[in-house]
């Protein structure tokens, strides 16, 4: 079961969606089980593409993913907090009901987003598979516990440690550790493995692979290298926010101020409650009452 | 004291049977007493206790009594003809001289020889040899009962007194040839009548006048002079030489008989008591009656004074009194280290510091009587410090006084006639005022001419007065002491002392007071505030204050100590009392009886150990305890008293005390080194209790683990949820054979077929059946039921039943390390607040004391120290936490039937704290909160360092900052991001976090660079831009090191010199070609900016080029001749111009004139000329500039309040912390 799916799989997590969504399509699941983890899967990367159109047509799926995708959809789109509430609501209690894996991933990505990350991780505890314990890992990095995430990757190694989503979680704890040359040496290895373009021997990842590698550079203190990937991404897809803000970065460190600007003013546009871009909003307010403060 | 004595100075009163006899011990302070009803009683009269009792003598009254010089003995002779000698240290009578045929009168220990003198109404005196339990000899002559006999102190003489009137001198000197020459033995015979019947005591003077029997004499003890007393009821006084002796005058007064009549071993006075109830004092030149004592009821017996000290006993009917004919208190007063006395009736002043010898200042004017001085008091006035005034009060007359003044400085020369008054009592209340208390209750305040100035009504019946401090006065009445203020006429405040005030003793600054009674001290301060009193079952003394607040007093017995907290103590004791007149830096001046000064060290370690401990001044504890070699269980228990055991601990070696003292303190690492010392199952023990108290399990798993307690370590894994190490346990109960062991291992494990397997093992079937049964093990059930084959187990299982499975562990410690921090351990606490940072607990009138310190050590410590103080304590308030509480182990039973997911792993995750968190716990500086985005914060602290009063031109450079710490990384689909900070390289790993700094010093310096090239191709305009741009950053660097912190404090002062040059330039440029003078003056200043060489040259030139265009030759000239003079790099660049500079020098010179009148000094060395950055003009030489607090940039002192406008940050003249490059 699990040799059948791991392309889809490798592929869904290095990011490279579209080619995960032909996969699961053409691939024809052996057990009910696979058959459901490929459907969600499929729902997954059209939330990632993003497909919104065929997750409403999964609203009422079969297959308890891709009905938790449909969920999520909302959960991210909707700008209707009440819809939100609602669909976490039936989210979790889908989660619940169902036990499908699938479910308890994207419930509890949604509780790790509202903080709630002692939940999110017991949603975890479920199903003792790879792509759960590298979510752990993440959870656990999300929340500042790096020791935690360190200890969690030692665990989950030995059980597939060529899988893109170990290797990935692996690049981020070394990020995490203050090692970003081993990251940076992942990412690549990663990006050659799964090229963003079939064929494309540039080197060039998907955009979550090249926001990856670009931060192992700026962490590296290779501020140049770290924009060439970030162009690759942003030439991808011009709007990701990540690697937006990773540019903004750079661009401080290269003292180029007018490209900074540029990127700055497109990461307000696109991610405009993105917490740095809120911050950098609230550093006038902070100026404004100093000054005050001064006057009286 | 029943009878009405006139002042009679009682020291001890005893009641008992009538005291016929009386005798001081020559050292300590006890005297015995013999009694009618034949007992001995000793007593110690200092402390007014009985202290033994002797009563061997059969029948009748003992009248004879006597202590031994230097032994251990005293001898007593009674109406049992029996004279025994006693050993008071064995407590009984070591043994028994019989001879007389009557009553015994007197016994008598001779001072050297080994003899006892014996009068008796056998009509015999004897001489006895205690040595050799002998008489040797018996003096015979009188023809009626011998009532008392004496030996001379110095003479071989024995005087006797008989009721046949005559008194007797005998001369022993023939007895003393004989038995006690040296290498003789003592005589064999029982008497030294040798064979012709001769005595070697023979009768020198009989002395006859009196008309009845004579009841008692005595000799001088110095002069060849003899009292007798008789039923004559006269006391005769009689004279001898060699050859004769006579009656020389008689005392008439008594109207009774005298019992007993002695000469005062000091004074020149015969003293003598009575059957009339009277003793007498008579005045042995003058011949007459100085002063009657009297009792109402009781006759007296015997009177006896001590050798040394001035006491005097009497017997009477009814007990005995002890007491002094006068008062034997120096009168003294420090003032500094001037200390003011009498002596010899001669006012004094004596400089401690210098050495022991006094100046005489003035003399008593007042005479006194042979038996008492009559002198009560000496004050000194420390409220006039131009002037010397003294007050000598006197109890003579009803009171009286007299007022010496004179100057402040008195020499040999110096002779003060006093002015006199009358009075109940004087004090000093002001710089030229006394107050008088007057005989009518009313005080009078009189000026140093003595003249009254002022009379006024105490707002109570006043019976004495003390100094109160200035412009004020201390009234006590009875027991209560008021503080009356003088001018305002009202009272302050009230204490009471307990049997009413003697002294007062005011501190050296007068801020704090001492009263002390007859028993008790209290300590007040100046307005009298209570503070401390102690109470002294032994007469208190003296006292005086020392230099950090302590009051040292004495007692008759001891010198003690009172700290300002109210810890008191002992420092030594005393042989003989004394009076303390100064404390100064461990040194003790004190006077005694006879009025010497002395000087003394005190060993003030123990209270300068707790008075360090008080203020938490550490150094000093250690200090005093090693140095002071104050050890002991007494330390040990003041510090824990005090809540310092981990004090203790510093010097405490003892492995035991060790390990009791961190116990008590809760120091497990400390107790656990100790144990390991020890190693003692008692100790462990102890150490495991204590570390399951506070929560540590380690410790106790290994305590359990020591000494094999193997249930007790069970039971620890299963509480602590320790799953893998409850197995071990079971292992190990299985290789020790202990099925109990074993049993209850499964049973916390939840093994139920373990525990089916052991009771199957062990035989109990059924039970093995029933467990399997319950818990539906159909494999066990099968093979067990089959051996069961009668008895149905089913019907044995209730209905209701309920398994019995351990919990599962909710939280289980990872690798062991988790301990549970329920209690905070002393040691802890001390951790958070260091020895140093507490402060002393607050005590009332503590500050007043600290005020007083000389030297003042490290008194300053920061206030909120109360709180810490009682935080202390918490460690033993916490005892017991709560943490069993939550195990409610009744509840074991009443879960439901979970699976035993026994190595199931649980994530708990929380939030951690964010690097940002992480990084700011480390260090705050204005590039951390930058880059953590606590902006706010950050320029607050900008403000309180630099004085920044303009934000604006930081808003670009903190967006730059904080933006080069963001990143943002992917997690994995539809996750959302993770937000890390870039940290600085390789933070990550030491775990030390710190962010990216974007103004790293290199950066600094690179961006400076860039700048300086800018002024080399002359774009003044953004070369001013970018040097304010680089020093607006430098607040949000960070420096690794000293040396990056000192690269960037000298780029602020380049950066500064930089943008006033090209503001300088920018204004000069900006200038219309018609205000020459104003542009050469520019240009002028250009050449003091504080520039690279090159630059420098370059300024120098162009100014050079101006002021030679503007014809100022002389300026032209001073510029030129910097440039040929100085230099400035590389000669090859300057080669040219500096040719062109010695022409133009050549022809400035020539010229030598000024055209345009500038405000430039070319004389003035050039560091010594300062431009105002805000008026671009020099500032004159003699006016003090103020600064920019950060960028240091130089202001005309109107600029002040102004923003800076070289760094355009901060507020010139600004008082601030300065700014902060590297964390400190």
Known sequence: MDEELQEVRDNFYVGNFNKALSLCESVKGSSELTQSELGATLARCCLSIPQIDRLKAMQNSEIPGQRAAALMAVITKSKSAQQVSSAKERLGALAKETQDMSCAMLNAMVLAMDGSWNEAAQMTKAHPVLEMQVLTIFLALSCNQVAMAEKLLKEASGNNDDSAAYRLAAAAVKLATGDPEEAYLTYCDLCSQFPAVEGDDSGSGSVLLQTGKALANMQRGMFSEAVEDLQRALSSNPNDPDSLVNMCCCMTHLGKKDEFQQYYSKLEQVAPTNPFVLKTQGMTTAFTRFQASLQV | MAGSNSNMLVKCETKSNRVKGLSFHPKLSWILASLHNGTIQLWDYRIGSLIDKFEEHEGGPVRGVCFHLSQPLFVSGGDDYKIKVWNYKLRRCIFTLLGHLDYIRTVEFHDEYPWILSASDDQTIRIWNWQSRSCIAVLTGHNHYVMCAHFHPKEDLVVSASLDQTVRVWDTSGLRDKTVAIGTPGPTSGTSNDVFGTSDAVVKYVLEGHDRGVNWASFHPTLPLIVSGADDRLVKLWRMNDTKAWEVDTLRGHFNNVSCVMFHPKKELILSNSEDRTIRVWDVTKRTGIHTFRRENDRFWIITAHRTSNLIAVGHDAGMVVFKLDCERPLAQTHGHNLFTVQE???QVMDLDKGLKGVQLGSCKRASNAMTSGLKSLQFNAYNPSETNILIFYTQDGGCYDLYVGPSNITSDTSISPKQGNAQAVCFTARNRFAVLQSGGSVGIYNLQNELSKKLDPPVTTDYIFPGGNNRILLKSEEKVVMYDLTARKTVDEVSIAGGVRYVVWSQNGAYVAFMSKHNVLLAGKNLEYYHSFHENIRVKSGAWDENGVFIYSTLSHVKYCLPNGDSGIIHSLANPLYIVRVHKQILHCMDREHKVQKQRLNCSEYLFKLALHKRNFNDVKLW????????????????????????????????????????????????????????????????????????????????QKTKNFDALSFLYLITGNSNKLKKMLKIAEMRGDVMSRFHNALMLGHVEERVKIMAEMGQVPLAALTARAHQLKEYMEKLEEQLSSSDILSQIPKRTVLLVPPVPLARPGSGEANWPLLMSTKKIFEKSSFEAAAPPPMPGSEAFLDAQEDAPEDTEAPGWGDEDNDLDLGGDMGGGDWGGDLDLGDLGALPEEPVHVEERGVNLTLGDSCQAKWLKKRRLPADLVAAGDFEEALNLLKRRLGLINAEPLAPIFKEAYWATCSSLTALPQMPSLHWPLLSEGSAKSRDLAPKILFTPQVILDRAREALRMVTSGKFNDALNAFRSVLQAIP???????????????????????????????????????????????NSYLTVCKLQPYHQFLALKSAMGACYKGENFVTAASFAKRMVQGNFGPPDKTKEDVQKARQVLQICEQKGTDKHKINFDFKAAVEDIKICSGSLSAIGATETPIACPYCGSLYVTSFKGKLCDVCQLGEIGANTLGIQLRPI
């Open chain 2, 345 to 347: 009736r001669e006012v």
């Open chain 2, 625 to 704: 305890i090693t140095n002071g070699r104050l050890c002991g269980n007494a330390v040990i228990g003041y510090l824990k008293q005090k809540g310092f055991p981990e004090v203790a601990l510093h010097f405490v070696e003892d492995q035991q005390t060790r390990f009791n003292l961190a116990l008590e303190y809760g120091h497990i690492e400390e107790a656990m080194t100790a144990a390991q010392e020890l190693d003692e199952r008692s100790c462990w023990n102890r150490l495991g209790l204590e570390a399951l108290r506070q929560g540590n399990q380690q410790i106790v798993e290994m305590v359990y």
């Open chain 2, 1036 to 1082: 949000i660097s960070v420096a690794n090191d000293a040396n990056e912190e000192r690269q960037l404090t000298e780029m602020i002062d380049t950066c500064r010199e930089y943008v006033n040059f090209t503001r300088l330039q920018v204004a000069s440029k900006k200038l219309t070609p018609d205000k020459v003078a104003k542009i050469l003056e520019l």
